[in-house]
């Protein structure tokens, strides 16, 4: 019987925030609006996407532009989708995801706020209330759509088996992974596809970058999680590796809004088509990718 197990994430210390961001907690970090409305110096090579205003009214688009903010809710540990960059005493956070959002506040002609949240707190948080969307490569799936509204996909990705390569010769086929343990993120797609489909002790983090950390230390036996991520982390840790095992590729990510608020998802499915017919998004993976490896 596969058994879950649940480690608490600690906590990460940012020293010498001169932004807007408050200590990181267990449910909800640091929020940096900053991030949204101005160019860093490490993402100023970025390309940009002009934008034109939304003709799209309705209930909660007016209650967000008479509002002037927009409040994005993300998981903030998922390079290249989202991650933090701390330079001196600045903490920016970027990647793909946030440029998708700063489109999303520009079409409405509002600012832009993160809420940087444990991923598995973030249709929570949608339906208290707390945020107004989220953006997180989330995976749209039958259950999330019962918590949540989402637009068409914007991107779409394979899956992938993280090892230490000491243990490079241990894994060439699913059957390898029968009785190891197997770290996922907490409440993602690969948490709920593994507890199906691998014979192992699947053991869920709320954070990824603690997830890596517990497989270099030997606790983990392997890591699964999705691509772009897993090249990020082996990229920066030289003594991991991806291997090719026959998994599919997960559905759709997208942007999830509140249940119910129409008028919102026509706005981001307004954006996801515009994105997808200027052909941006590759971009914006392509420079993330390598901004990921410069920054750490």
Same mark, same amino acid.
């Given at each position: 019987? &596969?058994?879950?197990?649940?480690?608490?994430?600690?906590?990460?210390?940012? $020293?010498?925030?001169?932004? %807007?961001?408050? *200590?990181?907690?267990?449910?909800?970090?640091?929020?940096?609006?900053?991030?949204?409305?101005?160019?860093? !110096?490490?993402?100023?090579?970025?390309?940009?996407?002009?934008?034109?205003? +939304?003709?799209? +009214?309705?209930?909660?688009?007016?209650?967000?532009?008479?509002?002037?903010?927009?409040?994005?809710?993300?998981?903030?540990?998922?390079?290249?989708?989202?991650?933090?960059?701390?330079?001196?005493?600045?903490?920016?956070?970027?990647?793909?995801?946030?440029?998708?959002?700063?489109?999303? %506040?520009? @079409?409405?002609?509002? @600012?832009?706020?993160?809420?940087? #949240?444990? =991923?598995?707190?973030?249709?929570?948080?949608?339906?208290?209330?707390?945020?107004?969307?989220?953006?997180?490569?989330?995976?749209?799936?039958?259950?999330?759509?019962?918590?949540?509204?989402?637009?068409?996909?914007?991107?779409?990705?394979?899956?992938?088996?993280?090892?230490? @390569? !000491?243990?490079?010769?241990?894994?060439?086929?699913?059957?390898?992974? &029968?009785?190891?343990?197997?770290?996922?993120?907490?409440?993602?797609?690969?948490?709920?596809?593994?507890?199906?489909?691998?014979?192992?002790?699947?053991?869920?983090?709320?954070? *990824?970058?603690? #997830?890596? $950390?517990?497989?270099?230390?030997?606790?983990?036996?392997?890591?699964?999680?999705?691509?772009?991520?897993?090249?990020? =982390?082996?990229?920066?840790? !030289?003594?991991? #590796?991806?291997?090719?095992?026959?998994?599919?590729?997960?559905?759709?990510?997208?942007? %999830?809004?509140?249940?119910?608020?129409?008028?919102?998802?026509?706005? $981001?499915?307004?954006?996801?088509?515009? #994105?997808? !017919?200027?052909?941006?998004?590759?971009?914006? =993976?392509?420079?993330?990718?390598?901004?990921?490896?410069?920054?750490?």
């Amino acid at each position: 019987m &596969k058994k879950k197990l649940y480690l608490l994430s600690t906590v990460l210390i940012l $020293m010498g925030i001169l932004t %807007a961001c408050g *200590n990181k907690t267990a449910n909800n970090k640091a929020a940096n609006s900053e991030t949204a409305n101005n160019k860093t !110096e490490n993402n100023s090579t970025i390309e940009s996407m002009e934008v034109t205003p +939304t003709e799209i +009214t309705g209930e909660n688009v007016d209650r967000i532009k008479e509002k002037g903010t927009i409040v994005l809710g993300t998981a903030a540990e998922y390079p290249p989708y989202e991650w933090h960059v701390i330079d001196g005493g600045k903490d920016d956070i970027v990647g793909v995801d946030i440029e998708i959002a700063k489109v999303v %506040a520009e @079409k409405l002609g509002v @600012k832009l706020e993160i809420k940087d #949240m444990q =991923f598995d707190g973030l249709l929570a948080a949608l339906k208290a209330d707390e945020i107004d969307f989220v953006i997180a490569g989330m995976v749209i799936t039958e259950e999330r759509k019962e918590a949540a509204d989402f637009s068409e996909p914007y991107f779409e990705q394979g899956q992938d088996i993280v090892i230490r @390569k !000491e243990d490079a010769d241990k894994y060439k086929s699913l059957d390898d992974l &029968k009785g190891k343990k197997i770290g996922t993120q907490l409440a993602s797609t690969q948490q709920f596809y593994a507890e199906e489909n691998f014979d192992s002790e699947i053991v869920s983090i709320p954070d *990824n970058n603690n #997830m890596i $950390m517990e497989l270099k230390n030997g606790t983990l036996d392997a890591v699964f999680i999705t691509n772009y991520p897993a090249q990020q =982390f082996t990229n920066r840790n !030289e003594e991991l #590796m991806i291997v090719e095992l026959d998994i599919p590729n997960e559905d759709g990510s997208g942007i %999830a809004v509140k249940k119910g608020n129409s008028d919102l998802v026509e706005v $981001m499915n307004e954006v996801v088509k515009e #994105m997808k !017919e200027k052909n941006i998004i590759e971009s914006w =993976f392509d420079s993330y990718m390598k901004l990921s490896e410069e920054s750490n």
